[in-house]
């Protein structure tokens, strides 16, 4: 066992850059070079005083999570924006509901909407979660400025898809894995609650999607558009990933954030 502490910091223009950058491309996965990162990266690194990188060995190293938002209406002229509420209005074009919401909150300008960037690398504990949202709580709270004061804020996360094919398969191999457990373990396991197929086959990668999406009006989960290096088929290796985007209204977000905490940290 390794104890690792975790350090939480502001945004570092300074030395952030690139991590941020990495991040945000594990975020969009495929369609991340139609974002502008570049410009989408300044526009977080712009707002140090809002938002929460981990960190582990200083504010001078790499962040290995990020969580932040950026007003869409303040910043509705800048590439990576436009770019990304195209995006929104054509992913969300199969959900009439959702995309009628996004239309109105896009075209009008007696309200902001604010989006939440939120990733952190591979194998990092779900428990750094809540207490970036708690900070990020306080810190819209404590706005004097008027420019993080939203109606609604967007939340874009990963998901991935799994086949009745590949279900089966990754089923089989848990039940032969568990032919080597002891007894006392296997009768643990029997009684433990165990997580039921979703009826499109679409996982989260992130277990706060459970709660965000409880805080959510609308959600809709979307295939990339740009097309994988190689078509996927029966032997293709790894997961078949996609996007999910959920709209909350602001008013739900401190009970998300509340909620989130109970469920999430230990002890």
Not at 85 to 97: E, G, I, M, R
């Amino acid at each position: 066992m390794i104890d690792v502490d975790f350090d939480f910091f502001n945004p570092n223009p300074d030395v952030d850059y690139q991590a941020i950058k990495r991040l945000l491309v594990q975020l969009f996965q495929r369609d991340a070079d139609s974002f502008h990162l570049h410009e989408l990266t300044e526009l977080i690194l712009g707002q140090s005083m809002i938002g929460t990188t981990v960190k582990t060995d200083g504010q001078e190293s790499d962040p290995y999570a990020l969580l932040t938002v950026i007003n869409m209406h303040h910043h509705q002229d800048d590439p990576s924006i436009k770019a990304l509420v195209a995006y929104f209005l054509q992913k969300s074009s199969s959900n009439p509901a959702l995309h009628a919401s996004l239309q109105n909150l896009f075209s009008q300008t007696q309200n902001n909407v604010g989006l939440v960037v939120c990733e952190r690398l591979i194998n990092m504990p779900v428990q750094v979660i809540p207490p970036m949202y708690r900070m990020l709580k306080d810190e819209l709270q404590g706005d004097a400025t008027g420019a993080f004061r939203f109606s609604h804020l967007i939340v874009i996360s990963r998901t991935y898809h799994l086949s009745v094919e590949e279900e089966t398969y990754l089923t089989n191999m848990k039940s032969k894995s568990s032919t080597n457990k002891k007894k006392k373990a296997k009768a643990a396991a029997s009684n433990a609650p165990t997580m039921s197929r979703p009826m499109d086959g679409v996982y989260s990668f992130h277990p706060e999607d459970e709660f965000i999406m409880q805080a959510s009006s609308h959600a809709i989960d979307y295939a990339f558009t740009a097309a994988p290096v190689e078509p996927r088929d029966s032997e293709s290796f790894g997961l078949d990933t996609r996007g999910r985007l959920m709209l909350i209204p602001f008013e739900n977000f401190e009970k998300l954030v509340q909620t989130m905490s109970e469920a999430l940290t230990i002890g």
